[in-house]
């Protein structure tokens, strides 16, 4: 197995399921709405990169990591904006130059408010990372 999937757990997983991953879409059918939902698209995130049966497998392991973290429980899954938006912050600090305000509420969809909120917050940020602490 590649070192890109080394972070997948195969402790306790029954080597038949995943060497079988060719007829999860059958036995998927029996499953909860979202966990086939998931399946189905972490699959075809997948088969970008990998053949329909690796992709198949690399789902399911995925999937199984998921459910042994948060089986049975429901927890909040934010969207991918919620996961980027501090890189975008970051990027629109290292853009700023104190006259460019508009340019990069234009360029990310911003209002100005907003890049002038993101500018103040990444400065206290800098300022904490490089400020030494008395206390």
Known sequence: MSQQF??????????TIIENADKLEDIAQHWPQDAQALFAHMKAEFEKDF??????ELAMR????MSKYGGGMQFYLPKKEAFFAPLRDIQIWSLFNGRNVRELAKHFDLTPARVYSIIAHQRKIELQRNQFQLF
């Open 6 to 15: 080394e972070l997948i757990d195969e402790e306790g997983v029954d080597a």
């Open 51 to 56: 053949d329909e049966v690796k992709a198949s």
């Open 62 to 65: 995925s999937l199984l990591e």
